[in-house]
């Protein structure tokens, strides 16, 4: 089982639409990241956290320390949104990142 | 600031050749990492290197070389190519391996060995 599990795996919504994007982890954790990956390959960090809330624009992403879960919500959502999203967890035990497998949202005008 | 660069964005090699994946970053990040991404899997650490002179392996070493003579450089050697690194593989840099760190990615080199 992966140590870090996203939710869907692909997710198509019409444009305007509230999105919602699952993570769930199964190993202690220091930090919690959420990557976008362009259509061209390209990859960017949305955000960074530990607890709580960010939010940038209109993507907004919270962590539950307790329930091990993170979710990264779009709204008002709009076609130049499709992408992957990728969450990724630092382990308390080390340095290096461990990534989800990424969802693949396409949003239709 | 040109970031994190990739060269070349695309090649394909034969089984049993040789190449060396470029990677430069001009943050003066002291952290520099290899990923491979295969679809529908989530990216892999191939190596990684903490500052000059330091490397250390990943999760998925195996078939590859890198070194770190400078803090701007860290190339991927891949000495005798097979199919099953056909893949993209992604070059990263950050500051330090700190939790709130951002790493960076270059565009990509997406490989086919055939």
């Known amino acids: 089982k992966n140590e870090v599990e996203q939710s869907p795996q692909n997710l198509t919504a019409q444009e305007g639409e509230f999105i919602t994007i699952n993570c769930s982890y199964s190993v202690g954790i220091s930090a919690l990241h959420w990557l976008q990956q362009h259509p061209g390959g390209g990859i960017v960090s949305l955000f960074m956290?530990?607890?709580g809330k960010k939010k940038h624009g209109r993507l907004i992403a919270t962590i539950n320390i307790q329930e091990k879960h993170s979710s990264l919500h779009i709204t008002a959502s709009h076609p130049r949104d499709s992408a992957v999203y990728i969450c990724a967890v630092r382990k308390t035990s080390g340095s290096r990142l461990t990534f989800g497998e990424g969802t693949q949202l396409t949003v239709n005008p | 600031n040109a970031g994190v660069t990739q060269t070349p964005k695309f090649r394909i090699l034969k089984i049993g050749q040789s190449m060396t994946l470029q990677c430069t970053q001009d943050m003066n990040h002291n952290y520099m990492y290899w990923y491979r991404q295969d679809p529908g899997m989530g990216l892999k650490l191939i190596y990684y290197?903490?500052?000059?002179?330091?490397?250390d392996k990943g999760e998925v070493p195996n078939g590859y070389n890198v070194s770190r003579s400078t803090t701007e450089d860290f190339p991927l050697r891949l000495e005798l190519a097979a199919p099953s690194q056909t893949s993209v593989y992604f070059c990263?840099?950050?500051?330090?391996?700190?939790?709130?760190?951002?790493?960076?990615f270059g565009p990509g080199t997406r490989l086919t060995v055939l």
């Open positions: 990263a840099s950050s500051y330090s391996s700190s939790s709130y760190n951002e790493q960076f």
């Open positions: 290197s903490v500052g000059a002179g330091i490397t």
């Open positions: 956290l530990s607890s």
